[in-house]
């Protein structure tokens, strides 16, 4: 990899000097995971969020502080009981133009749209991916009370509704689209955005062009976004792509593949000299678990090790996640010892960081079975990560075989309880502990809803259900912390690390935020034209 990028330095410099001193206002970057689709309804991937938001809104959003912000709602109210939210629209807003709406081209939005919207993700034709936010919200209870007036009315209180709202699934959809495209409204999506869809072509490059009309306005009274469009390729060699962009064909780049992270970070996480004058990192804490989790009723089936408590928190205890992060991830992500990420919770749990070897030993002792061998499914992206849980694990006499699949073979295996022991992620949905903790709800078991491990306990699950009564965030933290320790003890799920947003960004580039949900904002960001 290193003659590599020597070669493309050389590339780069040739064509620095050579090329013009103008770069296009064209904001530029690559998916490696494929977009399925320009409908919110199915805006259930980070490939897929990204593009959509970009070209629709919704009621609020959450700034790079994952504080709730306007959008399409100017301002909001919320009764004393928490179960009712009026929203006040603004009245300045415009769909993208469009032939869908007649000699007219476009028209304001109305708060009828939001009925309409939510009704295609209730639609069961539909099969959204999304119809579990409607869980949270009566649906019977939404009514637009005229064009500039909505009023959501909830089953049971939720604190975390205004961040649920923020979700693409959510966004405001004209029924004029919908009805003239049918089921190519994908392939022609009109949102309200600061982009508007220009071109896709599968596999190759998706366009979006500013949206002249869009309703926003910076500080100085100057309309957004700043940039001509963007540019979304579909590169599916990692290597391929970071070429690419150290030959400025990207502006950014995000996460740091195994393949050349080495390359440009340092051990504490920090860029490499040689890079500082042409790139620049944006990072901060991701609301993201990497965990090993072990699906319950598979591994009594199975009458394998992992069906006794002990053998579980010996697998807990048997590795150094503080050496995992250093050695495998340079220090760009945080150990992590329970399931909700430090940076979501006011709370701690204690005492769950190590324990000593003799400990482990002992708790091996009372397994009748604990050296049979144990299946643990991956992905190449984590191999490294499972191979030194095996490495450290084998040192107990805890034996771990891997076996790596594709991403959408691997989530087929743990999905459908395919696997005892697997790899897995959890990215939130929206910024609060109960979205990790829905994880260990027993009716929200896959495949219809996220509890992987099939856990099932009626205390945790009335301390969840309770969580949704409590009047204030004190109350509901202190039954988060009874539920993690819960979760804990059981030994459900092996927390491995806490991730980080990580996005590389070319000099050229600023204006661009970064928050705990990774959410990508490109209606600020400016670039800088004569950057060559």
């Not at 000097?17 to 995971?33: F, L, P, V």
């Not at 593949?257 to 890079?275: C, H, P, Q, T, V």
């Amino acid at each position: 990899m290193k003659y590599i990028l020597i070669t493309i330095s050389i590339l780069f410099l040739s064509c620095r000097n050579s090329e013009s001193n103008r770069i296009d206002n064209i904001i530029r970057y690559n998916e490696t995971s494929n977009i399925t689709s320009l409908d919110p309804i199915y805006s259930n991937t980070q490939a897929n969020i990204w593009a959509t938001s970009q070209i629709f809104n919704t009621l609020v959003e959450l700034d790079e502080n994952a504080e709730i912000q306007p959008s399409l709602a100017k301002s909001w109210i919320i009764s004393e009981c928490g179960t009712t939210y009026k929203f006040f629209l603004r009245d300045d807003v415009f769909y993208h133009s469009s032939d869908c709406f007649g000699n007219d081209s476009t028209r304001k939005v109305s708060a009828h749209d939001f009925l309409f919207s939510i009704s295609r993700i209730n639609n069961e034709k539909k099969i959204s991916p999304g119809k579990w936010v409607l869980d949270y919200i009566n649906v019977d209870g939404v009514r637009a009370l005229d064009d500039n007036t909505l009023e959501i009315q909830l089953p049971k209180k939720f604190p975390g509704l205004l961040g649920l709202l923020s979700m693409p699934y959510f966004s405001f959809i004209p029924y004029e689209a919908v009805a003239f495209y049918g089921d190519n409204f994908s392939f022609n999506p009109i949102g309200t955005g600061p982009f508007k869809f220009k071109k896709w072509k599968k596999n190759e490059k998706l366009i979006l062009v500013k949206n002249k009309k869009y309703f926003e306005y910076d500080e100085n009274n100057q309309q957004i976004p700043y940039v001509d469009g963007v540019s979304i390729s579909f590169i599916s060699q990692k290597e391929s792509v970071f070429m690419n962009f150290i030959l400025n064909k990207f502006d950014f780049i995000s996460g740091l593949d195994n393949s050349f992270r080495d390359e440009l970070i340092l051990a504490n996480g920090e860029l490499k000299l040689e890079y500082k004058n042409r790139f620049q990192i944006l990072s901060t804490p991701y609301l993201n678990t990497e965990y090993l989790g072990i699906h319950l009723p598979k591994v009594e089936d199975d009458n394998s090790p992992l069906m006794y408590k002990n053998f579980r928190k010996a697998l807990n205890f048997c590795f150094s996640r503080d050496e995992m992060v250093k050695f495998l991830r340079n220090n760009i992500v945080s150990p992590a010892y329970s399931f909700v990420p430090n940076s979501l919770k006011p709370y701690s749990i204690n005492n769950y960081n190590s324990i000593s070897d003799d400990s482990i030993k002992n708790l091996l002792k009372t397994v009748p079975n604990f050296d049979d061998i144990i299946i643990l499914n991956t992905t190449s992206d984590y191999l490294d990560v499972c191979e030194f849980i095996q490495h450290s694990a084998s040192k107990f006499g805890i034996n771990i075989k891997i076996e790596v699949s594709s991403p959408a073979v691997h989530r087929d295996i743990f999905s459908s309880g395919k696997s005892s022991l697997f790899r897995a992620s959890w990215i939130a949905d929206y910024p609060d502990p109960e979205n990790f903790l829905s994880l260990f709800y027993s009716k929200n078991k896959s495949p219809n809803g996220p509890n992987y491990t099939h856990y099932d306990s009626d205390e945790f699950d009335y301390l969840y259900e309770k969580s949704f009564f409590s009047s204030d965030s004190v109350s509901r933290n202190k039954l988060f912390k009874k539920m993690e320790i819960i979760i804990n003890e059981e030994s459900v799920v092996v927390p491995l690390y806490y991730d980080y947003t990580f996005r590389l960004l070319s000099s050229n580039i600023s204006n661009m935020s970064i928050n705990c949900m990774n959410k990508l904002c490109l209606k600020n960001v400016k670039k800088i034209t004569n950057y060559r």
